[in-house]
């Protein structure tokens, strides 16, 4: 029975979405600007960072077991910086 077992897990459709915007950001280039696809998601922001956590966790994990993953770590340190940015922005409304 190795291998044979469910790991249910729910996440909010519109985290997919963060997904997208933050790999784009990522990966693509992608300026500010794509943040207006996401601009009528209220809790987009939490969404963000999980979406960072996530990537950087799966990265985290590659460089553990010894692939040379810190460079593409770092790659995510401008959409970080950008999305506490906007959690700053978001808490003095």
Not at 47 to 62: H, K, P, S
């Amino acid at each position: 029975m190795t291998g044979d077992y469910l790991c249910p897990a729910w996440r909010p459709a519109v985290y997919a979405r963060a997904i997208i915007v933050a790999d784009a950001l990522d990966w693509c280039g992608a300026d500010e600007s794509i943040l207006g696809l996401v601009d009528d998601i209220l809790e987009i922001w939490q969404l963000m960072v999980r979406a960072e956590i996530f990537r950087i966790a799966i990265y985290d994990g590659f460089h553990r077991l010894g692939t040379d993953s810190l460079d593409a770590i770092n790659g995510h340190l401008n959409t970080v910086n950008l999305v506490v940015r906007k959690l700053h922005e978001f808490e003095r409304q």
